[in-house]
C-alpha cells in the first residue's frame, strides 16, 4: 500500500512538473489540437477564415465581396497616410525593415528593453514620434485604423511569426493566456470558452470561430456599413457584448492579449483589411 | 481626574457634533450637490467605491456602471428612494465583477 501511494506521488508531482514546464509552444498546439479533434474535416490554414469555416453560404458571400471590396477608398485612404512624408522628410517606409512589406507578421513583439509588448500600432507611433509627430490614439479608426488598414496588406501572404523569449515575454504571454480564459462580464463568458472550448456552436445566429487564424486578418470591414475594426477594437467590442466595460485599445492589459491571441496564429498566413459580418 | 473627565466630554460633543453634521457634509458631497436622505447619501458613496474599485481592477461589468450612472440620475432628482435602489445594484454588480477574477480559468489552458 505504501508502495502505491509513493508511485501515485511520484506520478502526480510528474504531471505538476510537465505542466508548469509547457511552452508557448505546447499551449499552442493544445489549442489547434482542441479545434481539430472537434472539426477534423476542416484544414489548419482554413482557420484564417474563421467562422466562414462553417459555411458555405458565408464562404461564397465573403469572396464575392472580396472579389471588389467595397471599401477599397477607405484603404486607398490609409495609403496616402502611409506615403505622406512626415515633417522632416522620412515616411514611415524609412521606420521598417523592407520598407514595411513582410513586417506585420512580427507583431506584437516583445522589447526586453521597456520589458513590454510591442503591437505594431505602437511601431507606428513610435515612428511618428521619432519623426517629430504627434502620436495617434490607437482607438481612432480614421487615423490609426486607416494606416493599419493599408500598412498591414503589404504584409499580406507572410505567416504569423509571434516569438515569446525570455522571462519576461513568458510573462507577458502568460498574462495575455489569463486574460483569454478568464470569464468575464456579467455574461460570464470568457474568449477561451467561445472560441475554444465551443468553437463551431451557433450563437445567437452566429457560429463561433475558431481563436487559431483569428489575429489574421484584421483590421476588418464589418456588417453593412463596412466599419473598421482594428484587432484591439473588437476585442472592446467583444467585452461589451459580455457586458464587461472595455478596457483601454492600447493598453496593456490588450497588448498582452494580442500577443498571446496572435502567438495563437503562428504559421498562419496574413491577409489583412478582409470583410467580416 | 478633572482632565480626564474634560477629555471625555470634549469627545462625546466631538461624536455628537459628528453624528450631526457628518451625514450632511457627507449628503452634500454626493456628485448631483442635491439634498438627499443620509441612506441615499451613503448607498450612493459607497457604489461609486466600489464601482470605481472594479474599474480599477479591470473587472467592471457594464450592468453596475449603469446602475451607477441611474443612482447618479436619481440624485440629481432628489430621488432618494431610486437612489437607493440604483446603488444597490451598482454596488452588488461591481462586487460580482471583481470576484468575478477569482473564478478557475476555462478552455484548454
Known sequence: MKQLIWIMSCLGWLAVSANAQATPEDHRLQVVNAVQKLYPAIKFEDYVHGALAFSADAKDQYD?????????????????????????GKRYADCFPQAGKNVVGNYPLFDAATKKVVTFEMALNQCRTANGEAPYKHGDMN????????????????????????QDALAAFEAGQRFFHQRRGQLNFSCAGCHIN??????????LSMAPGQATHWPAFRGGDYALFTLQRRYAACNQMVR?????????????LEYYHSYLSNGLPLKASVFRK | MKVIRNVVRMMAGGVFLLGITGPIVHAAENTSGAALTIDAAEALSNAEFLVGMAKS????????????TQAQEAAKKQDSEAVIRHSAVASEQAFLGMAQSGYPLTGAD
Not at chain 1, 198 to 207: D, K
Request: proline content about 5%; cysteine-free.
Open chain 1, 64 to 88: 464575392a465581396i472580396m472579389a471588389f471590396p467595397p471599401y477599397d477608398s477607405e484603404i486607398e485612404k490609409g495609403a496616402k497616410l502611409w506615403a505622406t512624408p512626415f515633417k522632416n
Open chain 1, 143 to 166: 487615423t490609426m485604423g486607416l494606416l493599419t488598414a493599408y500598412a498591414r496588406t503589404l504584409s499580406d501572404g507572410m505567416k504569423m511569426n509571434i516569438k515569446v523569449e525570455g
Open chain 1, 198 to 207: 465551443h468553437v463551431g456552436n451557433v450563437l445567437r445566429t452566429e457560429y
Open chain 1, 244 to 256: 464587461l466595460a472595455p478596457l483601454e485599445i492600447g493598453g496593456e492589459e490588450y497588448n498582452n
Open chain 2, 57 to 68: 481592477k479591470k473587472s467592471l461589468w457594464t450592468t453596475a456602471a449603469g446602475a451607477l
